[in-house]
Nanobody, 113 residues
Framework: VQLVESGGGLVQPGGSLRLSCAAS????????MRWYRQAPGKERELVAA????????VYADSVKGRFTIFRDDAKNTVYLQMNSLKPEDTAVYYC???????WGQGTQVTVSS
């Protein structure tokens, strides 16, 4: 199982980024997927989750209305669209396939002026 995140970077407050997580080594379409983040000195927290086939999503209260998780099973990829970014969104973002206990290497998101 391999998960590779991309799309992080430096963005100004109010800006947008789209993170991608390319998956391989398992039947992606059958797997629920999650995005987590970890800020310096803080515990890793769940940001968003999506069921297989994208039938249901959940979000942390702190990102509701700003972030959207979605998936493209044809590309074996899960995305996190992040809008109206705030400095407190600064963290390393990880994708996860919980069924397999697998994590990507993370991608840094920094929101700063």
């Amino acid at each position: 199982v391999q998960l590779v995140e991309s799309g992080g970077g430096l963005v100004q407050p109010g800006g947008s980024l789209r993170l991608s997580c390319a998956a391989s080594g398992f039947t992606f379409s059958s797997a629920a997927m999650r995005w987590y983040r970890q800020a310096p000195g803080k515990e890793r927290e769940l940001v968003a989750a999506i069921t297989s086939a994208g039938g249901s999503t959940v979000y942390a209260d702190s990102v509701k209305g700003r972030f959207t998780i979605f998936r493209d099973d044809a590309k074996n990829t899960v995305y996190l669209q992040m809008n109206s970014l705030k400095p407190e969104d600064t963290a390393v973002y990880y994708c996860s396939a919980p069924r397999f206990g697998s994590w990507g290497q993370g991608t840094q998101v920094t929101v700063s002026s």
